[in-house]
């Protein structure tokens, strides 16, 4: 499995933006579907956006599209996730995740994770 570390998170007022980067290591990065996953205290780990191996196809909840951008590098063996206009509801613990084959949006369907990182908006 592929290592990854996720690294950007912290604490930005509503309306802000932030860009969180998720490192791997282990195997090569090119081979993987990678995604963004959040997930809030007491509740279900949920799908955020999610990118094919060659940084094609990315998809989004529909409660971020037109605020976060996935994308990745691969020859930095780096994802990113930059997100803009940040409201007090994307306030969660963010997962970067990957899996070899086509992206999924579900989190069981993913073999690696990273420790996550926290978002945390004011209003």
């Known amino acids: 499995q592929v290592q990854l570390v996720e690294s950007g998170g912290g604490l930005v007022q509503a309306g802000g933006s932030l860009r969180l980067s998720c490192a791997a290591s282990?195997?090569?990065?090119?081979?993987?579907?990678v995604g963004w996953f959040r997930q809030a205290p007491g509740k279900e780990r949920e799908f955020v956006a999610a990118?094919?191996?060659?940084?094609?196809?990315?998809d989004y909840i529909d409660s971020v599209k037109g605020r976060f951008t996935i994308t990745r590098d691969n020859a930095k063996n780096t994802l990113y996730l930059q997100m803009n206009n940040l409201k007090p509801e994307d306030m969660h613990v963010y997962y970067c995740?990957?899996?070899?084959?086509?992206?999924?949006?579900?989190?069981?369907?993913?073999?690696?994770w990273g420790q996550g990182t926290q978002v945390t908006v004011s209003s």
């Open positions: 995740a990957a899996r070899g084959g086509l992206y999924s949006f579900r989190s069981d369907e993913y073999g690696s």
């Open positions: 282990g195997r090569t990065f090119r081979n993987y579907a």
């Open positions: 990118i094919v191996w060659n940084g094609g196809s990315p």
